[in-house]
Structures are given as structure tokens and as C-alpha cells.
């Protein structure tokens, strides 16, 4: 693989640097974090979005903070328990955040005689494990997803789900990356994604990088293009999947499926398994982050609805199992009924 750009989240000595994600594409800054606060903060601001990419920013977070809890061992497991609810707690959606909480924790669960110096290195080695296996786990996602982008296919994609929204590569962008080394006359729609922007800021601006065609269109022009005959496949991401396939993705992603089903066009979901919450029968128990309504109400900052015009801001929708052809994971391309092959999937 080679490497685009600087990665959205690496260690920089004793710091965690993070790709500042609300400025690209004009600047790119790197924010350098040594406190977990900082990176929760971070996570907060969207400085580092996309649901596997803030899964790693968590990891990376409770490392900083393990180094930085003193004290003697008991109080440092009852500290090191505190802050991994708070990590946890940065967003809602996202299950590959609470994925790799847990992932960390358990260090400290299943070693009750550990000293503090040992929790160190144990929760460093699994942090940095959390970040390299992402980027492996992308690699097959698109080695998997490839096989099912027709030759030469317009690819309708929605958000971010690329290098910068996980480790590197990308999920659904990884599928992209992978079906255009094998095929060059792949090409891509990237949809705007209203309000935040991160299909025309981020999505077009990395696979411009990676010298894939793109064509940014705005979202309300998809159902038309769709309906011209001009998009052959939609692949998107996901932020949690319920253990029936029901898909949280950003918002907008259901709109897409429910026009992909009527232009009779596969959509897929790209996603590694720590996306699946395998607790969650069906996506209605899915949580929706709700962000500020000031993200509808004004474009660049500036105010283009009238004064006190009330808005809603959800950050998230769910599509219904029913509109998706298959999901994309790092094990091959499940497929309905989405229960059974998940299960599957995640061994149980
Ligand atoms: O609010 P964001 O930018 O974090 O939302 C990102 C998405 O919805 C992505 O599609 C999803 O996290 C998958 S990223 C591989």
C-alpha cells in the first residue's frame, strides 16, 4: 500500500497526533495530544471522525491516560475504570468506540496481579494493536469488496468512510481503492453530505489523492442521477450494525438506499466487525447523536436560515436490512438473512 497522505492518526513519541479533520482540505494541521482529555476533545469536535478511526483515537486516548494515572494499583484500576467510561462517552453512534474501550479494559480485567508498569505496556501493546490491525482489516475489506464492483462501474459512495475515517485505506473507500487497482475505468460519485460536508471535503480530496475519478455531486442530485442510468453500484460505510444488518450510517444513507432499491441498483455497507453490536437485535435501538442545529442553520458559519428558525441535526439514520444487497466485512460479503450470516461472521 502506499501511503496518500499523512496518516489521520499515528503516535508521535509520547503524543497522539491527530490530522485535524475540519479543516481539510485547504490546510492540513496536526493537533498533537498528550492528555486523554485533548483526544476527547477531539473526538467531540470531529477534529478525527469516522467510526473505526475514533475506535483507535479511544484506544490511543486510554493509553495516554494509563501513563498518567499515578497513585497505587487499586486506585490506579478504579481511575484507569473512570476514564474509560468518559472515553466511551465521546460519541454515541459509533460501536467500534465502545468496541475498543472494551478491547483495552479487558487488559486490566484479566490481569488482577499486574502492577501498575505491567498495565502500561500491556494497554500500550493493545492500543497500537488496535491501530495496525485497523488498517490490515481495511485491506481485506477491500480485497473482498472488490469482487462485487462490476468492470468499468460508477460507484455512488456517501460520506466518508475513507483512510481518514479509520487507521487507513478506508472501508467503503477501501472497496474504491481495491476495485480501481484492478480495473482503472472505475469511477466515483461522492455525495456532498449535508450538513458536515465530509463527502465534498474529505471524500473527493482523498480519492483525488489516490488518482481515482471522482465527481462530486450535492445529495439531492443522486436520485436523479440514479434514475439517468448513471450510477451501477452505492457503497457506503456504517457506524453500528445491529445484529439483523439494520445499518446506522451517516445521515442521509437510508435516503440513498431506498432510491438505489427503486433504480434496482446494489447498495452494499462496507464495515469491519467491530462495527456489528451484536447486543442490539434490530437498528431501533440504535443511539442517534444529535448535533447542533447551528450545522443546519448555517453554511462556512455563516447564517443562511431566518433568526430562530428551529432546526434538528441528527448525525445518523438507520436503513432497514431490507435495502442492502450485502455487507462488506474483512471475512467475505455477508448476505441475507443478515442474522444467521452475521453470527456467522463473529463466531457465535
Ligand atoms: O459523523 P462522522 O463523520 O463520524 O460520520 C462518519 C460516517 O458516517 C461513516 O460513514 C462511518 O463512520 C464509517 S467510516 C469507515
Same mark, same amino acid.
Request: aromatic share 6%.
Given at each position: 500500500m502506499t501511503q496518500q497522505w499523512m496518516p489521520p492518526?499515528?503516535?508521535?513519541?509520547?503524543?497522539?497526533?491527530?490530522?485535524?479533520?475540519?479543516?481539510?482540505?485547504?490546510?492540513? #494541521?496536526?493537533?498533537?495530544?498528550?492528555?486523554?482529555?485533548?483526544?476527547? %476533545?477531539?473526538? #467531540?469536535?470531529?477534529?478525527? %471522525?469516522?467510526?473505526? @478511526?475514533?475506535?483507535?483515537a479511544g484506544a490511543l486516548a486510554l493509553s495516554l491516560g494509563a501513563e498518567k494515572i499515578e497513585g497505587g494499583v487499586e486506585d490506579f484500576r478504579r481511575r484507569f475504570s473512570r476514564l474509560c467510561q468518559k472515553v466511551k462517552e465521546a460519541r454515541p453512534t459509533g460501536a467500534n468506540l465502545s468496541w475498543a474501550v472494551e478491547r483495552i479494559y479487558s487488559v486490566v480485567v484479566e490481569n488482577p496481579k499486574a502492577g501498575i508498569a505491567e498495565l502500561r505496556d500491556m494497554i500500550r501493546t493493545r492500543a497500537d494493536a488496535i491501530l495496525a490491525e485497523d488498517v490490515e482489516t481495511n485491506l481485506q475489506i477491500g480485497k473482498w469488496g472488490r469482487e462485487v464492483i462490476p468492470r468499468g462501474a460508477r460507484v455512488l459512495t456517501y460520506c466518508n468512510a475513507g483512510a481518514l475515517a479509520t487507521a487507513d485505506y478506508g472501508t467503503a473507500v477501501g472497496v474504491i481503492r481495491a476495485a480501481h487497482e484492478k480495473d482503472p475505468s472505475v469511477q466515483v460519485y461522492s455525495c456532498e453530505t449535508r450538513p458536515f460536508l465530509q463527502g465534498a471535503r474529505l471524500t473527493s480530496f482523498e480519492l483525488m489523492r489516490a488518482g481515482i475519478p471522482v465527481t462530486l455531486i450535492t445529495d439531492n442530485a443522486a436520485g436523479s442521477l440514479m434514475s439517468q442510468g448513471k450510477i451501477d453500484v452505492a457503497v457506503v460505510g456504517a457506524d453500528r450494525i445491529a445484529a439483523n444488518g439494520d445499518t446506522a450510517n451517516k445521515i442521509g444513507t437510508y435516503m440513498m438506499?431506498?432510491? @438505489?432499491?427503486?433504480?434496482?441498483?446494489?447498495?452494499?455497507?462496507?464495515?469491519?466487525?467491530?462495527?456489528?453490536?451484536?447486543?442490539?437485535?434490530?437498528?431501533?435501538?440504535?443511539?442517534?447523536?444529535?448535533?447542533?442545529?447551528?450545522?443546519?442553520?448555517?453554511?462556512?458559519? #455563516?447564517?443562511?436560515?431566518?433568526?430562530?428558525?428551529?432546526?434538528?441535526?441528527?448525525?445518523?439514520?438507520?436503513?432497514?436490512?431490507?435495502?442492502?444487497?450485502g455487507i462488506i466485512t474483512e471475512v467475505g460479503v455477508l448476505k441475507r438473512p443478515y442474522g444467521k450470516a452475521i453470527r456467522k461472521a463473529l463466531g457465535v
Open positions: 492518526i499515528y503516535r508521535d513519541g509520547d503524543a497522539v497526533a491527530i490530522l485535524d479533520q475540519r479543516i481539510l482540505p485547504h490546510h492540513e #494541521k496536526v493537533i498533537l495530544c498528550t492528555t486523554p482529555e485533548q483526544v476527547i %476533545r477531539a473526538i #467531540k469536535t470531529m477534529a478525527i %471522525r469516522g467510526a473505526p @478511526a475514533v475506535g483507535v438506499a431506498v432510491l @438505489a432499491r427503486t433504480h434496482d441498483i446494489p447498495f452494499y455497507v462496507a464495515a469491519p466487525r467491530s462495527t456489528i453490536d451484536i447486543a442490539l437485535p434490530d437498528g431501533s435501538g440504535i443511539p442517534i447523536e444529535q448535533r447542533d442545529p447551528a450545522e443546519v442553520t448555517h453554511f462556512n458559519g #455563516k447564517k443562511v436560515a431566518p433568526e430562530g428558525v428551529p432546526a434538528v441535526n441528527p448525525a445518523f439514520d438507520v436503513t432497514p436490512n431490507k435495502y442492502i444487497t
